[in-house]
């Protein structure tokens, strides 16, 4: 049973394009986020949800839109897709609050050319 | 700005050895946790350490921190080939409601 599921797991467009990357999580969580991770394997928080409401949503362009339909799923839609745009995108989720464990999708290679 | 720093950037070992991989912050800290992640896939989680351990053990692995000096340090002992991965500290400051600060990583490779 997956525990953070994503899609797809690779995607790969052209500049200018519009995509979304689909999450979901069947732990019951509260809370799920959306990090990105660089070529240099640096990792940085972008949003965060807690029960469909938005709680953490650090300096990133507003042509990320994330979306959550419902606790169990973060979806992350991209608007005019830029080279810099090109990483790995990961869902996480967690009980809500401080002091928990985060678990991580296995991640979302975005490819934009 | 970027909350941890690790330390080595890279570290190759053969099996059996113990493998040491330190992590340094800036600011004050709720807890700090050790992520694992293979090559290709997610993070997963290793430990939890709250400010006022200075210790904690699971398995092969050994956590301490030291508040005082603002560092933490995973210890693997008799390691394996497949404890070959990235190993990243992450700290949770308590005021953003779960939000980790991920250090750059240690990329550890354990010889057969």
């Known amino acids: 049973d997956t525990a953070v599921s994503q899609t797809p797991k690779y995607l790969v467009t052209q500049m200018g394009n519009d995509k979304s990357i689909k999450c979901e999580q069947n732990?019951?969580?509260?809370?799920m986020y959306w990090y990105k991770q660089d070529s240099k394997k640096f990792l940085k928080i972008m949003f965060s949800?807690?029960?469909?409401?938005?709680?953490i949503n650090e300096t990133v362009p507003n042509r990320f839109s994330p979306k959550s339909p419902d606790k169990a799923h973060l979806n992350l839609h991209i608007n005019s897709l830029e080279l810099g745009d090109s990483a790995v995108y990961f869902c996480?989720?967690?009980?809500?609050?401080?002091?928990?464990?985060?678990?991580f999708g296995p991640g979302t290679r975005l490819t934009v050319l | 700005s970027q909350q941890g720093e690790e330390d080595p950037q890279a570290l190759s070992i053969q099996e059996g050895e113990n493998a040491t991989m330190n992590c340094s912050y800036k600011?004050?800290?709720?807890?700090l946790q050790w992520y694992r992640q293979n090559s290709g896939r997610g993070l997963v989680h290793l430990i939890l350490?709250?400010?006022?351990?200075r210790e904690k053990h699971s398995g092969r692995l050994r956590v301490t921190l030291d508040t005082s000096k603002k560092s933490s340090s995973l210890l693997i002992t008799a390691s394996r080939a497949a404890d070959t991965a990235s190993y990243f500290c992450?700290?949770?400051?308590?005021?953003?409601?779960?939000?980790?600060?991920f250090g750059q990583g240690t990329i550890l490779t354990v010889h057969p």
């Open positions: 992450a700290t949770d400051s308590g005021t953003s409601y779960g939000k980790l600060t």
């Open positions: 732990l019951g969580h509260d809370t």
């Open positions: 600011t004050s800290i709720n807890n």
């Open positions: 949800y807690n029960n469909k409401e938005l709680i």
């Open positions: 350490i709250r400010s006022n351990e």
């Open positions: 996480a989720s967690s009980r809500p609050g401080t002091g928990f464990e985060q678990f």
